[in-house]
């Protein structure tokens, strides 16, 4: 049982299948039943170990988004990120070791609407917001590669470049998505058939959900389509956002070498706020444990020569709030 779920966990993060029964044809692979097969992610769900099948989207394609950091007391950090964890677009809420220690994610239906959000985060919790929004990503897939013996386990992340020839056919296809994003942005419905079941809710048929879909996704709007687990449930106790103050000539090729560690999971340009904030690299780094992410940046630094390099690690305390992005539908929850 132990083994057929450590395959579920890998293989199919990515991939997931675009015909009418995509579960029975996982079970195949998994030599099991597609019912077997739907209990477990169910329960996998349950327990917090699965946060959803479904997509996961290109950054900025259906919507705007951005990382945003605030200095708060620690007596009064509770009650603020209660505050901010009302806000529907809010969907990831972290408290990080640093001046700057509450972080979170906002996404919103486009650019005016998230700057709205972001006054009135303001205003409710009292507390400055420090905006800092995408300027390109280098590795954004957050995928896991799952040992579940524990005795070797790697991150595995796909490059996040974005290619601009292909943004007028994204708008195209966005525009006739509306109503098939809103649906699946929480995941895909664990039943038999889901498309037919997503296909119900909008009056579409069975095939024009799994084309639309497979559409977004050569389009690059869609990044994968699969298992999204939850890392922290599956044994990564331990993150840490690094940041870095990198020549703005040395950024790109900086960022693709930290995107391809074993152990960064993602990686990103952001803007400085200064003289606030003054580093514009960020990468993601998940291990077992502190030591095991130490370890890791110690053999980055060392490895690609980057002690003349300035950088920040902001260790993850407290996790508030963790969910997939909504970009549709805020106003209904």
Not at 10 to 24: I, K
Not at 94 to 108: D, G, K, M, P, S
Not at 135 to 145: C, P
Not at 202 to 210: D, K, M, N, P, R
Request: proline share 5%; aromatic share 6%.
């Amino acid at each position: 049982m132990e083994a057929m779920v450590e395959k579920l966990l890998n293989d199919f993060q990515r991939n997931f299948p675009l015909e009418p029964m995509p579960f029975e044809q996982i079970a195949q692979r998994l030599n099991t039943s597609s019912e077997q097969v739907l209990q477990t992610l169910k329960d996998l769900q349950k327990r917090g170990a699965v946060s959803r099948v479904g997509p996961v989207f290109q950054p900025n394609t259906v919507g705007a988004s951005t990382l945003v950091a605030m200095s708060v007391a620690a007596s009064q950090l509770d009650r603020v990120a209660a505050i901010i964890n009302q806000f529907p677009q809010v969907n990831h809420n972290y408290e990080r070791e640093h001046h700057y220690n509450l972080w979170f994610v906002v996404t919103a239906e486009n650019v005016s609407a998230l700057g709205t959000t972001l006054r009135e985060i303001q205003l409710e919790s009292g507390h400055r917001a420090l905006s800092l929004p995408l300027v390109r990503n280098y590795h954004i897939d957050l995928g896991f590669h799952m040992n579940l013996d524990r005795q070797h386990d790697i991150a595995v992340v796909s490059d996040g470049c974005d290619e601009p020839e292909i943004h007028f056919e994204r708008e195209m296809l966005l525009g006739d998505a509306e109503g098939l994003i809103e649906v699946i942005q929480a995941g895909l419905p664990l039943v038999a058939r889901p498309y037919q079941a997503i296909a119900n809710r909008l009056g579409y048929s069975e095939q024009a959900v799994i084309d639309k879909l497979r559409n977004m996704i050569d389009a690059g709007i869609i990044k994968r389509l699969g298992v999204v687990v939850r890392h922290h449930e599956l044994g990564y106790h331990a993150n840490a956002m690094v940041v870095w103050d990198v020549p703005g000539e040395q950024v790109d090729k900086l960022g693709h070498q930290l995107g391809q560690q074993d152990c960064v999971t993602l990686c990103y340009q952001r803007p400085r706020r200064l003289p606030d904030w003054p580093y514009n690299l960020f990468c993601m780094v998940h291990g077992r444990d502190r030591d095991d992410v130490l370890a890791c940046i110690a053999r980055m630094v060392d490895g690609l020569g980057l002690d003349v390099i300035p950088h920040t690690v902001l260790f993850s305390r407290k996790r508030f709030k963790q969910r997939g992005a909504r970009y549709r539908g805020h106003l209904n929850g």
